[in-house]
């Protein structure tokens, strides 16, 4: 399984974003894809994540803000993130996993995108 993501950029607080992750190789076995960020000198964060059957789990520090989506006919799952903050700062990173929950753990997910950086101004 290969993760792309993509989507990030320089924004100005107050605007949005919206970052895509698309799965390829061997993704039938894929239960869920989730989000999370590292910002610099910080623990990775988990932010949502989705179910092939579209269960949904989310931090509490996004939500409202976030929101993740998914097209399974293009093997792509999206983060809508709205309101950005100087403190959304960070490399975004998509992850899959095979096991059958959605967890906001990153031990749970052996398949990582390269990350994208998403970089929020005041």
């Known amino acids: 399984v290969q993760l792309q993501a993509s989507g990030g950029g320089e924004v100005q607080a107050g605007e949005s974003l919206r970052l895509s992750c698309a799965a390829s190789?061997?993704?039938?076995?894929?239960?869920?894809t989730g989000w999370f960020r590292q910002a610099s000198g910080k623990e990775r964060e988990f932010l949502a994540a989705v179910s092939r059957h579209g269960n949904t789990a989310s931090a509490e520090s996004v939500r409202g803000r976030f929101t993740i989506l998914r097209d399974n006919s293009e093997n792509t799952v999206y983060l809508q993130m709205n309101n950005l903050k100087p403190e959304d700062t960070a490399v975004y990173y998509c992850a899959a996993t095979e096991d059958g929950v959605v967890s906001g753990s990153p031990a749970r997910y052996p398949y990582w995108g390269q990350g994208t950086l998403v970089t929020v101004s005041s």
């Open positions: 190789g061997r993704t039938g076995n894929i239960y869920a």
